[in-house]
């Protein structure tokens, strides 16, 4: 022990939330002991760990002692390596040195407003809950609800906190796991789709916390860009097709098909066995369509006269992935109100007999996309990335409506 008194660590696992308890057990120590210390430091670590040291000599382990210490008990330990301390010139005050915050980049907004409000921020690391899975961004694809969060848009239907950090795609390495997951491990590749129900920590960082439930392995085949545009469409597709029960040797439509969702919906809906899948798109998005292997047809006025033309027979399925008078063209050339799917406007397709659905986190069919993925039976088609710092400008080409496939932030 110094002449300014003995120094105490106290070492708690961030991962198993003992935090508290390591602070009360600092405060128990200080107030016994405060003519004797020179300062309590509570240091973070990870795997399960609790010890408490009075100069470098462990006095307490949880693995080999087994529990949390009884306070008597722990202080009796303490003060049997105390000595009293040396009554020569004064001491330094006693000080309680807690961990430092680690800290990220991150696109984040203070209030609601147009691109203008998001901002590159130092922000604290997020925290590792029992089934969260902490992963290092490489790519943040940018979709639609991301601009529509930032506007208030959807503050009705979400808790949110700010500052928001934007973002529900992300693909990365796991950097670190929490206690209760068992599915991956650090240094893992994975994508996922990781909606939480409140609106705060998204993937626009450069670490995520992604829920369990919504992360898969990382398509082996795809690139970076390519595995952080997957996740959010490819879902969303794969759920708008299997409500629209498609199957072997179906007709389907796919309204906007040069889209996020809809290329990959023309995609999927042949993976699924459908026999023609006939897409709306402008002109200049035609040949796009026909290299994926559907029908294009220009949307437009006279759309109803030109998918009877193309299927004499009728349409099986339809998917909206677009909105306006989609769902309201599909029911003229579906026999079958039931095979109706739109992801907006949620009064009109139900009231059409159809059904609405908003995309929901699903790790086993993430990793059914992601076996197609290498399989080569789908691709993502990235249109522009940008760097982190450029979220701003990936939001306005997002929010302009035309671009084919994705866009992707790279971080």
């Not at 035609?286 to 033309?309: I, K, N, Q, S």
């Not at 739109?342 to 992601?370: C, D, H, M, W």
């Amino acid at each position: 022990m110094s002449i300014d008194g003995a120094r105490i660590e106290i070492n708690y696992c961030t991962q198993c939330r003992w935090l508290m308890r390591a602070a009360w057990m600092a405060q128990e120590l200080l107030t016994t002991f405060e003519s004797d210390l020179a300062e309590v430091a509570l240091i973070p670590g990870t795997g399960g760990i609790f010890e408490v040291r009075v100069d470098g000599q462990t006095v307490w382990s949880r693995k080999a002692d087994g529990g949390f210490p009884e306070p008597k008990e722990l202080k009796q330990r303490v003060r049997d390596l105390i000595a009293p301390r040396p009554q020569s010139g004064p001491r330094r005050p006693l000080t309680l040195r807690r961990p430092s915050v680690r800290r990220m980049r991150a696109i984040a907004f203070q209030e609601y407003g147009g691109s203008d409000r998001l901002e590159l921020a130092d922000l604290p690391e997020p925290k590792v809950g029992p089934d969260i899975v902490l992963v290092r961004v490489r790519a943040a694809g940018v979709n639609p609800v991301d601009w529509k969060i930032r506007e208030g848009l959807v503050d009705g239907a979400h808790d949110v906190y700010f500052p928001v950090v934007p973002g529900w795609d992300v693909a990365g390495v796991v950097e670190t796991v929490g206690p209760a997951v068992t599915e991956f491990a650090s240094g893992d590749e994975v994508m996922g789709y990781v909606r939480r129900d409140e609106v705060r920590r998204g993937t626009y960082a450069e670490l995520t916390p992604a829920p369990i439930r919504g992360l898969a392995a990382k398509p082996a085949s795809a690139s970076w860009p390519e595995a952080g545009g997957l996740p959010l469409v490819g879902l969303t597709a794969l759920q708008a097709l299997i409500a629209g029960r498609v199957g072997d040797g179906d007709t389907v439509l796919i309204h906007a098909a040069a889209g996020g969702v809809g290329h990959l919906a023309v995609q999927i809906a042949q993976a699924l066995g459908a026999a023609r899948v006939i897409g709306t798109a402008s002109p200049a998005n035609h040949a796009f369509l026909a290299g994926l292997g559907a029908e294009p047809v220009e949307y437009g006025p006279g759309l109803a006269d030109r998918l009877r033309d193309l299927a004499p027979g009728g349409i099986d399925a339809a998917c909206d992935f677009v909105g306006g008078d989609a769902v309201e063209i599909s029911g003229s050339v579906v026999s079958d109100p039931g095979r109706i799917v739109s992801i907006t406007n949620p009064p009109v397709v139900k009231q059409a007999g159809g059904r609405y659905i908003f995309v929901r986190p699903n790790a086993e069919q993430l990793t059914r996309l992601a076996g197609w993925y290498d399989e080569g039976r789908l691709r993502v088609h990235v249109d522009r990335t940008f760097p982190l710092a450029e979220a701003a400008a990936a939001q306005d080409l997002v929010r302009e409506g035309h671009v084919r496939g994705k866009v992707v932030l790279e971080v």
